[in-house]
């Protein structure tokens, strides 16, 4: 079976302060991981998708990294509009369904 | 990035009454629509994945008669609750993957229907 497991599960950090978010996975051939943000009251943006270990993907202050047992959501300086619950998950072999993990609160403190 | 919409944003109705939510893919053709459920504080529940022009597959515990699904397009899906009751008041989210130009593997989400049932 598929799991997921992201840490911390809430992050305060100050405006500027850089971090990192982390997702853990176990799946059976990985199809690919996932990085969406989702805001209080709305559906989940795409970020990131990741195919295989090595690969790195940037979008403004945002920097997914993957390894064959996690991924990596690096924020750089962060900003207030970057306080979200970030969601990290996998699709394995054989299937499009996502497993998801339990999601990251981040807020970013002015 | 993807466009994918939801129709209503939010709906309140009666118990008893039966409530359509639609989902469309605005700028490409999805292979796989999917609908999830989701409680306050809490993940994302995976209800049923579906494919244009045939039955949809539900997870286990979700009735089939209680939540209907019909992909009628390769931009259209429709959730309808029928004969609804408070306890089927929740957060439904319709995502869409697959589709010529599109990593086939990524789900876009849709914004998301608030259903309150009194």
């Known amino acids: 079976e598929d799991q997921v497991t992201q840490s911390p599960e809430a992050l305060r950090l100050q405006e500027g302060e850089s971090s990192s978010l982390n997702c853990s996975y176990t799946v059976s051939g990985l199809r690919g991981l996932f990085w969406y943000r989702q805001d209080p009251g709305k559906g989940p943006e795409f970020l990131f998708t990741?195919?295989?270990a090595g690969e790195e993907k940037e979008k403004e202050r945002l920097k997914a990294t993957l390894t064959k047992k996690e991924s990596f959501l690096h924020i750089t300086a962060p900003k207030p509009e970057d306080s979200a619950t970030y969601l990290c998950a996998v699709t394995g072999a054989g299937s499009y369904q996502l497993t998801f993990g339990k999601g990251t609160k981040l807020s970013v403190i002015p | 990035g993807a466009v994918v919409s939801q129709h209503p944003s939010r709906v309140i109705c009666k118990s008893g009454t039966s409530v359509k939510i639609e989902c469309r893919s605005l700028d490409f053709q999805a292979t796989t629509m999917f609908w999830y459920r989701q409680f306050p504080k809490k993940s994302l529940m995976l209800m049923a994945t579906?494919?244009?022009?045939?039955?949809?597959?539900?997870e286990q515990g979700v009735e089939k008669d209680k939540f209907l699904i019909n992909h009628a397009s390769l931009t259209l899906s429709t959730l309808t609750v029928t004969s609804a009751h408070p306890e089927d008041s929740s957060f439904y989210i319709c995502?869409?993957?697959?589709?010529?130009?599109?990593?086939?593997?990524?789900?876009?989400f849709g914004p998301g229907t608030r259903l309150l049932v009194l």
């Open positions: 995502s869409a993957r697959g589709g010529r130009g599109r990593k086939e593997e990524t789900q876009y």
């Open positions: 990741l195919y295989s």
């Open positions: 579906s494919n244009e022009g045939s039955k949809a597959t539900y």
